[in-house]
């Protein structure tokens, strides 16, 4: 597999275990539990840069180029392009909404449930159609020339995160994360 979609498919995987801690933090919310919501803005702020800055912009290079040499699945690209402009639309509202409740900001808690559970339905749908729709079509599409080319034009950065953790930046994440992987 070329090393492009290695980084990819580890990132699915990664986003995945994060939008699980998510809802459950969110079903802790609505039973009426104060979840950490710093942990909660933090681990909204990861996905933002990340994705922002890496992830997004490396899955559009692999989209564009196989628009560029023609797939009868246009539509699932084009669908998966739009949502990489919603998404941190949907992030940034529910940021607010969080940032607002640090600020004992009133709120209504059905609201903000809402925005959360809005985009960890719109994350998982997206990874969805990414995983079973357009990857396998860009494995079939691209050849080794494209794979290389794309290699050298995709953003890198080592994930804040997973890589080499920043502990200072992602404090709860981290602990919360490292936390979940040493129970059995």
Same mark, same amino acid.
């Given at each position: 597999?070329?090393?492009?979609?290695?980084?990819?498919?580890?990132?699915?995987?990664?986003?995945?275990?994060?939008?699980?801690?998510?809802?459950?933090?969110?079903?802790?919310?609505?039973?009426?539990?104060?979840?950490?919501?710093?942990?909660?803005?933090?681990?909204?702020?990861?996905?933002?840069?990340? !994705?922002?800055?890496?992830?997004?912009?490396? /899955?559009? +290079?692999?989209?564009?180029? @196989?628009?560029?040499? *023609?797939? &009868?699945?246009?539509?699932?690209?084009?669908?998966?392009?739009?949502?990489?402009?919603?998404?941190?639309?949907?992030?940034?509202?529910?940021?607010? !909404?969080?940032?607002?409740?640090?600020?004992? /900001?009133? +709120?209504?808690?059905?609201? @903000?449930?809402?925005? *959360?559970? &809005?985009?960890?339905?719109?994350?998982?749908?997206?990874?969805?159609?990414?995983?079973?729709?357009?990857?396998?079509?860009?494995?079939?599409?691209?050849?080794?020339?494209?794979?290389?080319?794309? /290699?050298?034009?995709?953003?890198?950065?080592?994930?804040?995160?997973?890589?080499?953790?920043?502990?200072?930046?992602?404090?709860?994440?981290?602990?919360?994360?490292?936390?979940?992987?040493?129970?059995?």
């Amino acid at each position: 597999m070329p090393p492009v979609m290695t980084r990819l498919d580890q990132d699915h995987v990664r986003l995945t275990r994060l939008l699980d801690l998510f809802e459950n933090l969110l079903d802790r919310f609505h039973d009426g539990d104060e979840p950490d919501y710093d942990l909660m803005c933090e681990m909204l702020g990861y996905m933002d840069d990340y !994705s922002d800055q890496v992830h997004h912009p490396t /899955e559009d +290079l692999i989209f564009q180029r @196989v628009l560029e040499k *023609g797939t &009868e699945r246009r539509d699932v690209f084009d669908v998966l392009m739009r949502q990489h402009q919603v998404i941190p639309q949907l992030s940034k509202r529910f940021q607010q !909404s969080l940032d607002g409740i640090l600020r004992e /900001e009133v +709120l209504l808690r059905e609201e @903000v449930e809402v925005q *959360g559970r &809005e985009l960890i339905a719109t994350l998982r749908g997206h990874l969805r159609l990414e995983n079973e729709e357009a990857f396998p079509v860009a494995r079939a599409v691209l050849d080794d020339g494209d794979w290389a080319a794309l /290699e050298d034009a995709a953003p890198t950065m080592d994930d804040p995160l997973f890589s080499i953790p920043d502990p200072q930046r992602y404090r709860s994440l981290y602990a919360r994360l490292f936390e979940q992987s040493q129970t059995p």
